[in-house]
């Protein structure tokens, strides 16, 4: 059953409208309406990761009319398995464009009366009840089959007839037609394993050759890899040079160090893709220039000699755009975007550009260029603040009462196993140390060996190094465990008060790694968020995955709303990214446009190196010069 439907402009009109349930006609006319979360978060953030979009336990359907400017949506119980809404909403658009031609002379901006939409109610109520009907019958048909397999499934099978003789048992044989009866049967035995040896031998052939020798001595040559070149032993005595190679010890490293600002802030520095040529990192704009086939090829090459077609005063189509949309898909998949974020991406540019008219050739270049830049942007561009420290200073300077005492920022870093989360963790708590703040560490990772000596070496090593020259930073960073095998929301509620009594700014919760399917685990998890509150959860997850980081990421938010939801009714979600080993992908950078596509919250930082000053934060627009670079 459905809850709601509606039909609205771009611009905010909304044209028509029905709610059939009281309850859904109290929610949609509420700011916490699922069909205005939609218009909010996911078609102006252009965030829109599934075929379908959910809220609070209901799931949104819609479709555009570009050229008219209108939005259908649909809005049902997320626990319905509704199959007929994508027929409904298509439907819907053919059926509302042709009984009112009037909307291509109406112009929002001069208002709508009442009556410009009369008799569509009975339209959609006998639209809505045929497409019911039929679902009905379909249902039907589908198991009154499913019955008749199921008593043919029951009786016993018979025989192959094929294989017996077609004569009556009955009848009279003689000792020559017995013998012709067996042969045959023989024969048709034979045959069957001789197909089945046959596809086997081929098969063994087909690997021979893949794994057989080379044939020439380039191809010998080009199956060579290279190879680590070794380390020089000897008795020499080692020079001071050949010493400072061989020292892995530094903690810092000077040249990546942060910079002061004005009023004393320590910042990192930017993550810096490298110095290009606007129109190097520009691939589709030169992909489009006029003399395309004199540029090298690349993944986009071929945009241009697709969109000399389109030149002309004309209006794109779909199928003008087709194979221009699957290049650039192409292109988004070799950057490390995820498949279904690519086809998303792609999609919400083809929805801008179908029924546009293009002019010129520069005019249709302008367009493509245009639509990926923005639509790369809208989607990388956070919606919550990515200055962390100001969230932490906010918190800290709110006045309190004289019986309360100050509670300190705690942050909580969950991920999969083996990604980085302690290692990054103490990164965080270098940047906090150098802007003068204390900072408690929770070793709330009980389960993995090494977890707590892991931390305590790094804690031991944090304070070691001093705040702008300063000796050492002794005090200004502490440890909290309570050893192995105990209960992680526990130790971190403990850390927290501990926290609050001994004056620390901020905790840092380290969690142990998890996968994203584990039930028991997220639970776990889940818990730990619900008995602590956290002001921010951050999700720490490698720059190498690619269609992984949309399922780690999308489960892990799924998972802590719905068990913290289940705890207490108020669900709480991943707040930030963490993205390791981003040294390692030069400019293959998609995961970072995945992981914001799923849940459209920032990457507050990215992690560079070894040393406690390798951390980085991104900067929009060069992210998205390097999704587009060549």
């Not at 990761?49 to 359907?61: H, I, N, Q």
């Not at 080009?222 to 080692?238: A, C, I, N, Q």
């Amino acid at each position: 059953m459905l809850d709601h439907c509606s039909i609205s402009h771009k611009g905010g009109v909304v044209l028509w409208s029905r709610s059939f349930t009281p309850e859904a006609s109290h929610i949609t006319s509420s700011a916490a309406s699922p069909v205005n979360s939609l218009i909010r978060e996911a078609l102006i953030e252009g965030r829109t990761t599934e075929e379908k979009y959910e809220k609070d336990g209901y799931a949104v359907r819609w479709t555009f009319v570009n050229d008219l400017e209108l939005i259908f949506v649909v809005a049902y119980q997320r626990i319905l398995q509704l199959t007929y809404v994508e027929d409904l909403l298509t439907a819907m658009k053919a059926l509302f464009i042709k009984l009112c031609p009037r909307l291509r002379a109406i112009r929002l901006s001069l208002g709508i009366s009442s009556r410009t939409f009369e008799g569509w109610d009975k339209v959609f109520d006998k639209l809505l009840k045929g497409i019911e009907e039929k679902v009905a019958q379909d249902r039907k048909s589908r198991y009154r089959s499913v019955v008749q397999v199921e008593k043919q499934a029951s009786s016993p099978p018979s025989d192959d007839l094929e294989t017996l003789p077609s004569e009556s048992p009955d009848a009279p044989q003689d000792e020559q037609q017995i013998a012709r009866n067996v042969q045959a049967l023989k024969a048709r035995l034979r045959g069957r394993g001789g197909r089945r040896g046959g596809r086997g031998t081929s098969r063994v052939e087909s690997g021979n050759g893949r794994d057989g020798a080379p044939t020439s001595d380039n191809e010998s040559t080009k199956l060579k890899t290279k190879t680590k070149s070794g380390r020089k032993w000897g008795d020499e005595t080692p020079s001071e040079s050949d010493m400072a190679s061989l020292d892995f010890s530094s903690l810092i490293d000077e040249a990546s160090m942060g910079m002061r600002t004005k009023d004393g802030l320590y910042e990192v520095k930017d993550w810096d893709f490298g110095a290009k040529d606007d129109e190097t990192n520009d691939v589709i704009a030169r992909a489009l220039r006029s003399d395309v086939s004199k540029q090298p090829t690349s993944s986009l090459g071929s945009l241009g000699s697709l969109f000399a077609r389109l030149t002309g005063s004309k209006v794109l189509t779909e199928e003008d755009l087709k194979p221009v949309l699957e290049g650039m898909k192409q292109h988004l998949m070799k950057k490390n975007v995820a498949k279904a974020i690519a086809d998303k991406v792609c999609e919400g540019v083809g929805e801008n550009l179908v029924g546009k008219k293009v002019g010129s050739f520069q005019t249709t270049s302008n367009a493509v260029r245009t639509a990926l830049s923005t639509s790369l942007t809208r989607i990388l561009t956070p919606k919550t603040s990515t200055d962390l420290l100001l969230t932490i200073r906010t918190k800290l300077t709110s006045p309190v009462t004289s019986s309360q005492q100050r509670i300190p920022y705690s942050i909580v870093f969950v991920g999969v196993n083996g990604v980085g989360k302690s290692t990054n963790l103490s990164k965080v708590c270098f940047w906090l140390i150098q802007n003068g703040l204390r900072v408690l560490i929770a070793a709330c990772d009980t389960f993995r060996s090494g977890a707590v000596e892991q931390l305590r070496v790094h804690v031991r090593n944090l304070s070691m190094l001093g705040v702008d020259g300063a000796t050492n930073s002794k005090g200004r960073v502490e440890l909290y465990e309570k050893g192995y095998g105990k209960d992680a929301a526990g130790i971190a509620k403990e850390a927290i008060a501990h926290a609050k009594d001994n004056d620390f700014d901020v905790v840092l919760i380290d969690t142990a790694g998890r996968m994203q399917d584990n039930e028991p685990l997220m639970r776990a998890l889940a818990k730990l968020v619900t008995v602590n509150s956290p002001d921010k959860i951050i999700f720490v997850g490698e720059a190498l995955v690619g269609n992984e980081a949309v399922d780690q990421l999308t489960k892990f938010d799924r998972a802590l709303r719905d068990f913290s939801a289940a705890s207490t009714g108020k669900s709480r979600g991943i707040d930030g990214m963490l993205i390791t080993k981003w040294d390692t992908v030069d400019d293959k950078v998609g995961a970072a446009l995945s992981m914001t596509y799923v849940t459209g919250q920032p990457i507050i930082f990215v992690g560079c190196g070894q040393t406690y000053t390798d951390l980085r934060q991104l900067r929009v627009s060069n992210v998205v010069q390097a999704i587009l670079s060549d």
